[in-house]
């Protein structure tokens, strides 16, 4: 399983969104963690796929403030700013055993699938497209 990060630390450009939240942070969250809701405080926190618990997914971090108390996150929309250069375009990705991260394979929780890659045509027709990552959860 390998890790997919951030081009750039704390950076992802929203595409498209069709459902989103914003919500209080319950722990230190940066924009790119894939985070859940706590079902005691209903705050977001970390998702991984270690367990069936942790698996649970709200969506994707795309901002915060700057206390870092509330954040946005996409639950399905298309983002912009992971490096999936690496992989096919249709390409399904999950959610890692790693807190807050996502991966090129299953972790320990295979059903734990956050989306998958999907080609942007911003630039120029006859050069290659972008790689986004469309959020299906």
């Known amino acids: 399983m390998t890790a997919i990060a951030l081009t750039t630390t704390g950076r992802v450009r929203v595409v498209e969104s069709f459902i989103q939240m914003t919500a209080p942070l ?3 969250l940066a924009v790119g963690d894939v985070v859940r809701l706590d079902t ?9 796929a ?4 942790e698996a649970r997914m709200y969506g994707i971090l795309v901002s915060k403030d700057g206390a870092g108390a509330v954040g ?9 700013g992971f490096a999936l250069s690496a992989l096919d375009y249709d390409a399904i990705v999950y959610l ?3 807190d807050k991260t996502i991966a090129d394979a299953v972790g320990t929780v295979t059903t734990a699938i956050v989306g998958r890659v999907i080609p942007g045509f911003a630039t120029t027709l006859g050069t290659a497209a972008d790689k986004l990552l469309f959020i299906d959860l």
Request: proline letters at 0%; a neutral charge; hydrophobic letters at 30%.
């Open 26 to 28: 319950a722990e230190s």
């Open 40 to 48: 005691t405080t209903g705050k977001f926190t970390g998702s991984n």
């Open 50 to 53: 270690s367990a069936a618990g």
């Open 72 to 80: 946005t996150a996409i639950r399905k929309g298309v983002i912009d």
């Open 96 to 98: 890692s055993d790693t």
